[in-house]
């Protein structure tokens, strides 16, 4: 009789042992498991640039390449005031690139017309917002050469690139910014100084709105008038 009870104990044992060690081992897999769905790769990669950061040596040959791809040269402006179409000169081939460019890139939208003097121009594409700069450092600081010996003048209804405010005997255009003649019979004293490369087919009396503004002594208006939108149209 003991020896049966002693068999019956020592099979227990066994039974008991044998569950342990698949709880152990489920148990362990279990872990396993957890550990690899919690696993999580970060990556302090910036995501690729579409077109490289731009400087003054490398501005020419990036608007020459670009020439050849991107050949729009009609754009809208939307403003405070109205809309404002213009016709880019493919003459001024680097000069309209660098429009298109901007275009694209959405520089234009919420930058401001910042200089403005009735029957003389409107200038543009400025701003006192952060956001302004902070796009003028993503796409980089660089100037274009000068194009006056296209034949065009500052008649009424050009759109011009005003030259940089840094010491620029070449008079080395600004290419954020632009400026649009709204004297009556033209503001030919500045040809030869002052790159154009396009004019307005619609809207004058639009820029003639916004260049009737009361302004601040520095010609700043004395209310915001922004730029905002700008798109390419057919």
């Given at each position: 009789m003991r020896i049966v009870l002693l068999l019956c104990f020592f099979f227990l044992f066994l039974n008991c042992e044998d569950k342990q060690?698949?709880?152990?081992?489920?148990?362990?897999?279990?872990?396993?498991k957890s550990t690899k769905k919690e696993t999580i790769t970060y990556s302090n990669e910036e995501p690729e640039r579409e077109f490289?950061?731009?400087?003054?040596?490398?501005?020419?040959?990036?608007?020459?390449?670009?020439?050849?791809?991107?050949?729009?040269n009609k754009v809208r402006m939307t403003t405070d005031f109205g809309t404002i179409d213009i016709l880019l000169y493919n003459e001024t081939k680097f000069h309209r690139s660098n429009f298109i460019f901007l275009t694209k890139q959405k520089?234009?939208?919420?930058?401001?017309?910042?200089?403005v003097i009735d029957n003389?121009?409107?200038?543009?594409?400025?701003?006192?917002?952060?956001?302004?700069?902070?796009?003028?450092?993503?796409?980089?600081?660089y100037l274009l050469p000068?194009?006056?010996?296209?034949?065009?003048k500052h008649d009424r209804g050009v759109i011009s690139m005003p030259s940089s405010d840094i010491d620029n005997p070449h008079k080395l255009a600004s290419p954020f910014e632009f400026f649009i003649v709204c004297q009556k019979g033209g503001a030919h004293f500045l040809d030869g100084d002052y790159t154009i490369f396009g004019r307005v087919i619609r809207g004058m009396d639009v820029v003639d709105k916004i260049a009737a503004v009361e302004t601040e002594e520095g010609d700043w208006p004395l209310v915001n008038i922004f730029i905002r939108n700008v798109e390419i149209i057919e």
């Open positions: 060690s698949k709880k152990k081992t489920i148990s362990d897999s279990e872990v396993q490289p950061k731009l400087n003054s040596k490398s501005a020419m040959d990036f608007f020459l390449e670009y020439d050849k791809h991107h050949k729009e520089y234009f939208n919420d930058t401001q017309f910042y200089r003389f121009i409107v200038q543009a594409g400025n701003s006192d917002d952060k956001k302004t700069a902070r796009k003028r450092a993503h796409i980089g600081k000068a194009d006056t010996k296209r034949g065009f």
